[in-house]
């Protein structure tokens, strides 16, 4: 009997360091469930603040788009641009006349063979400027028009 006694005892030792393992073992699975769950909700908040911010970058981008635009509109419209396409059109008349006149005198097409057809540079330099007044002579001669007229006129140019 004492041996059965010390068989029973042995086996409701080893039924509680089996119920005793069962229970940890439960708290671990447990615990990883409540970690799962909240490296998921981790997760979730992640997405909505990443859609959050992905949202706030368009809108940023099309400020900035919006933004470039007005200020491009608002240069294009400033004096600034228009002293600067005046000022870089005129070097490239003058570039480009004085070029145009060397090719003429180096083709062996001198002023003074056809001096009617080029223009008084001297004439261009004495002509006055968008926006000044300029007094009128009504005698009606071509030596009262501007050289470039004189020149289109003689062309047969309308300008």
């Known amino acids: 009997m004492n041996q059965l006694k010390k068989l029973r005892a042995q ?25 799962a769950q909240s490296f998921e909700a981790r997760g979730q908040r992640s997405e909505e603040e990443n859609k959050g911010l992905q949202a706030e970058v368009n809108k940023l981008q099309g400020e900035v ?8 509109e608002k240069f294009l419209q400033c004096k600034e641009f228009d002293n600067l396409c005046s000022e870089r059109a005129s070097v490239y008349f003058e570039h480009g006349f004085n070029g145009c006149l060397t090719q ?18 001297v004439a261009l330099d004495d002509m006055p400027e968008e926006g000044e007044m300029v007094e009128e002579d009504n005698s009606g001669s071509e030596a009262a028009a501007p050289p470039i007229l004189i020149y289109a006129s003689r062309l047969s140019l309308d300008l």
Do not use: C, M
């Open 11 to 35: 086996k409701d030792e080893k039924k509680k360091s089996l119920l005793f393992e069962l229970e940890v073992t439960r708290a671990e699975v447990q615990s990883s469930e409540a970690r």
């Open 65 to 72: 788009e919006t933004s470039w635009r007005l200020g491009n």
């Open 104 to 121: 003429f005198r180096a083709n062996a097409y001198s002023e003074d063979e056809h001096p009617a057809l080029f223009i008084n540079v």
